[in-house]
């Protein structure tokens, strides 16, 4: 498949293509294979993939850093959608942009009335249809977000992620006990919960 876009040619932007390649580090902890042909479809080095992982780094913890939001706002550009959104008795707004690696997703920021951000993670995109979630065997990676697997496979406990970006759901599937591996929303690996080697996915 032929690369889908090239990267900024002017070494002072960081945009939508810097931001994914953003997102494909951290998921290559779980599924290399899968972020690297991502990768080669934005048609970028690996050089060029640490070196926006290490600007996003830094505007993230620069002493000057602009909030979250505007910081997702200056990199994404202006939202595809924003829409006001209550859970439990607080009110947030959702804001939706799309990242071309993933066209049937899109990237949610739950933001609070005063800008502070509580979420960022992919969710399916609205009227995108979802994937058939009924087996351990339809737990494929890359193939369904925590919202999807939550609901399909009612109840589940949420687990503490093994960093920031990352999430995890204990449930029962095909009647074995399984935890769901997710970096920003998206699963990357299902295994046994006893924490043996076989993995759930392959």
Do not use: H, K
């Not at 876009?5 to 070494?11: D, H, L």
């Not at 970028?44 to 992982?53: D, S």
């Amino acid at each position: 498949m032929p690369a889908m876009s090239a990267m900024p040619a002017s070494p002072g932007s960081f945009g939508p293509a810097a931001f994914q390649l953003v997102l494909l580090r951290r998921m290559a902890d779980f599924r290399p294979d899968l972020a690297e042909a991502a990768r080669l479809r934005l048609g970028a080095t690996l050089a060029e993939q640490r070196e926006a992982n290490r600007r996003w780094q830094a505007m993230v913890r620069s002493p000057r850093a602009r909030g979250a939001l505007a910081r997702y706002r200056s990199v994404l550009g202006p939202p595809e959608s924003a829409s006001r959104r209550t859970i439990g008795d607080l009110e947030c707004e959702a804001l939706l942009w799309a990242l071309p690696l993933w066209p049937e997703l899109r990237f949610e920021v739950l933001a609070a009335p005063d800008g502070a951000v509580w979420n960022e993670w992919l969710v399916r995109a609205p009227g995108a249809p979802g994937p058939v979630l009924e087996t351990a065997g339809d737990l494929r990676p890359w193939s369904a977000t925590v919202d999807e697997v939550a609901r399909a496979y009612a109840p589940v406990r949420p687990m503490e992620g093994t960093a920031p970006t990352r999430w995890r759901l204990a449930f029962t599937a095909s009647g074995r006990p399984l935890v769901a591996e997710f970096t920003y929303g998206l699963l990357q690996d299902v295994r046994p919960a006893d924490g043996s080697a076989a993995a759930a996915t392959g």
